[in-house]
């Protein structure tokens, strides 16, 4: 009769355990959840010291992939003209050309450059050649802002 109640309060022991790690990692997948920022393209740039070095999740659709490698593309805000440049972070090594003219989600670290660096990255863009002709996403390619993406995915409808 000891042994059976021994074993029955081990058990809920053992449960209210279980139930504890449980609530706990509950609550750290909800506190990394409140950690990633949504927001639009248009947000970000509209304010963005209030994003930078956090983490965002933006989505719209790439308009192109730099096919030298495949470490940056480029995505439209919803207003059919705004750009920004999302570059290649965490475990994404490419991104693959096949996304372009695809809707995609991203998510990753806002980052502006200070004056320095913008400068050096614009020059050393204007020093290889990346394309023939102008392209639309030129201007978000000079710019001192951009999204290290730690993951994508593409948004399928």
Not at 3 to 14: G, K, N, P, S, T
Not at 58 to 82: N, P, W, Y
Request: aromatic share 6%; with cysteine.
């Amino acid at each position: 009769m000891q042994r059976m109640f021994l074993l029955v309060v081990l058990a809920v022991f053992i449960g209210s355990c279980n139930q504890t790690a449980k609530k706990e990692s509950k609550e750290t997948q909800v506190t990394e959840m409140e950690q990633v920022i949504s927001a639009t393209i248009e947000e970000l740039l509209a304010q963005p010291a209030d994003y930078v070095g956090k983490e965002v999740a933006i989505s719209g659709m790439v308009t192109h992939v730099c096919s030298h490698g495949g470490q940056k593309c480029f995505v439209l805000a919803s207003d059919g003209e705004t750009q920004i440049r999302i570059v290649t972070g965490g475990e994404i090594d490419e991104f693959k050309t096949s996304l372009e003219g695809s809707n995609v989600a991203f998510k990753g670290v806002f980052t502006v450059l200070n004056k320095l660096e913008t400068d050096e990255h614009v020059e050393d863009h204007d020093s290889k050649e990346h394309h023939s002709t102008e392209m639309a996403h030129t201007e978000a390619e000079k710019a001192e802002y951009f999204i290290e993406a730690v993951d994508y995915r593409e948004i399928t409808q």
